[in-house]
């Protein structure tokens, strides 16, 4: 059974950092693209940022650019997200996601497997 379990969620004030967390287990994690994704109040969940199966290509959505960076360590099966220069704009229920395929995809459908989400608030 296919799990991913994301943390380091909570409240931040703008202008502050915050690392996220997701564990993964019941997969071989090294052969899996890794993504995050968040969902903001009333809006549909969008692409934040994915990493390559080795860890040596990423990509992220201009709005976190020089902000947000995404890490994995595949001995520890686990995928980050480091935030900084926090914005209230950044608010989200923050989703990792685990795509067999290679690509860097930003698009959801290609993601195979999800995690519960973690609660980022950002206040002003």
């Known amino acids: 059974q296919v799990q991913l379990v994301e943390s380091g969620g909570g409240l931040v004030r703008a202008g502050g950092s915050q690392r996220l967390s997701c564990a993964a287990s019941?997969?071989?994690?090294?052969?899996?693209?890794m993504g995050w994704f968040r969902q903001a109040p009333g809006k549909e969940r969008e692409f934040v940022a994915a990493?390559?199966?080795?860890?040596?290509?990423?990509k992220c959505t201009d709005s976190v650019k020089g902000r947000f960076t995404i890490s994995r360590d595949n001995a520890k099966n686990t995928v980050y997200l480091q935030m900084n220069s926090l914005k209230p704009e950044d608010t989200a229920v923050y989703y990792c996601?685990?795509?067999?395929?290679?690509?860097?995809?930003?698009?959801?459908?290609?993601?195979?497997?999800w995690g519960q989400g973690t609660q980022v608030t950002v206040s002003s």
């Open positions: 019941g997969l071989t994690f090294s052969s899996y693209t």
């Open positions: 996601a685990a795509d067999w395929s290679v690509l860097l995809s930003s698009t959801e459908v290609t993601y195979d497997y």
């Open positions: 990493i390559s199966r080795t860890g040596g290509s990423t």
